[in-house]
T-cell receptor
Framework: GQSLEQPSEVTAVEGAIVQINCTYQ??????LSWYQQHDGGAPTFLSY????GLEETGRFSSFLSRSDSYGYLLLQELQMKDSASYFC????????FGPGTRLSVLP | KAGVTQTPRYLIKTRGQQVTLSCSPI?????VSWYQQTPGQGLQFLFE???????NKGNFPGRFSGRQFSNSRSEMNVSTLELGDSALYLC???????????FGSGTQLSVL
């Protein structure tokens, strides 16, 4: 089977750094993606890890450790506009999305 | 480059009816995948089409079906609608070679 787990909510203040964790149980799994979704909007791609290690894209970084079945999304220099839901997604035979983490950025 | 286009944006149907949703992928993308999003179940994979062939299928009943045309446009059909089918249906296109999906704005389906 395939399943991913994420915290349901995270709160942080502007300018801070926040880490959203994702643990998974998948078979035939070969990558982990991250997506951002604002209320009423469509998910937008943030990052993809096909290999273990850190991927950096501007203020966002993503990490994957296959041996630990674990990944995380790191958001730096938080801005109010980062308030959204964040989904990790396992890429295997199918795309399997985690339940999402709602990030609230406070002034 | 135009993004992924889904039509219609909103749809209201009654139980027992059927519905067809449309998705036009980004030009050059050969993979189209469909998802159901609800507050309780999150984003759930329905199926993926690549070059007119269904490549993967999620765990949904046979009432949910789809197809892809030679121009990569895709349609999803739900027959004998149930109240529980009320959801946001999202399609995503990609080159089909990795984890980067481009989502459309979705079709909000309400079944009364």
């Amino acid at each position: 089977g395939q399943s991913l787990e994420q915290p349901s909510e995270v709160t942080a203040v502007e300018g801070a750094i926040v880490q959203i964790n994702c643990t998974y149980q998948t078979s035939g799994f070969y990558g982990l993606s991250w997506y951002q979704q604002h209320d009423g909007g469509a998910p937008t791609f943030l990052s993809y890890n096909a290999l273990d290690g850190l991927e950096e894209t501007g203020r966002f970084s993503s990490f994957l450790s296959r041996s630990d079945s674990y990944g995380y999304l790191l958001l730096q220099e938080l801005q109010m506009k980062d308030s959204a839901s964040y989904f990790c997604a396992g890429l295997g035979q199918n795309f399997v999305f985690g339940p999402g983490t709602r990030l609230s950025v406070l002034p | 480059k135009a993004g992924v286009t889904q039509t219609p944006r909103y749809l209201i149907k009654t139980r027992g009816q059927q519905v067809t949703l449309s998705c036009s992928p980004i030009s050059g993308h050969r993979s189209v995948s469909w998802y159901q999003q609800t507050p309780g179940q999150g984003l759930q994979f329905l199926f993926e089409y690549f070059s007119e062939t269904q490549r993967n299928k999620g765990n949904f009943p046979g009432r949910f079906s789809g197809r892809q045309f030679s121009n990569s446009r895709s349609e999803m059909n739900v027959s004998t609608l149930e109240l529980g089918d009320s959801a946001l249906y999202l399609c995503a296109s990609s080159l089909g070679d990795g984890g980067k999906l481009f989502f459309g704005s979705g079709t909000q389906l309400s079944v009364l």
